[in-house]
């Protein structure tokens, strides 16, 4: 986890998904709790894009060296939703799936570059480009990565607001009396590698997906520049 394992190109990503990314996920929370009739986020100032509105130091700083992390929790209020239940389960939903949008939108742009053709000789491009492509392979990855992370439902990561709906009263008391002394734990691993293996098996299993949802784009490009 030392940032000085880190390439420049890689860290120059990651500045930006915490800059753009994250307030993105964010802003999709608060867009999607407006739909269903709560305007607590945006009254807090939090339906924006500006990142500074929503980013967390620590959740950043882990971003930054691990890949995953978070910004601030997004204020919701289920009590003045039209359907409490289902809006929270889609405003949790919308952080992620944002995530995965910009992923594929990052896919489509590092496929497109790939079938680019660069003269051997013109070696100032080559590197221009492969910086530009490992760029654009880190928000593959992170954004993958963002969205794997924030739906594991453990509090206070998204995830967990949608399993909460779906348990009994018992448990959800439960996970609300012991809900620090979880997410302390669940620090905890995270600095640990104990969540490498099942984090990177179900981010492989997308990306893959979306490598395969995006085999036309090599085709297209190759029948263009035939």
Known sequence: MNVL???LF???ARII????????HEFA???VAKKFGDYTAESSGRLSLNP???????????LLLTGFGWAKPVPINPNAMRNPRNGIIWTSLAGP????LAALASLIVLRVLYCIPIPADNIALYNAMSGI????NCFVSVNIG???FNLIPVPPLDGSNVLIQFLPTRAVMWIQRNRMVISIVFLVLIVSPALNIPLSWAGSKIFHLFCFLTDWIELLMNAILR
């Open 10 to 12: 890689t860290i120059v």
């Open 97 to 100: 799936i944002s995530n995965l």
């Open 133 to 136: 492509a490992t760029v654009f």
């Open 17 to 24: 998904v915490i800059l753009l990314i994250l307030p993105l």
């Open 5 to 7: 394992h880190l390439d």
């Open 52 to 62: 500074f509105t929503h980013i967390d130091p620590v959740g950043a700083i882990l």
């Open 146 to 148: 963002l969205a794997v």
């Open 29 to 31: 929370h608060a867009f």
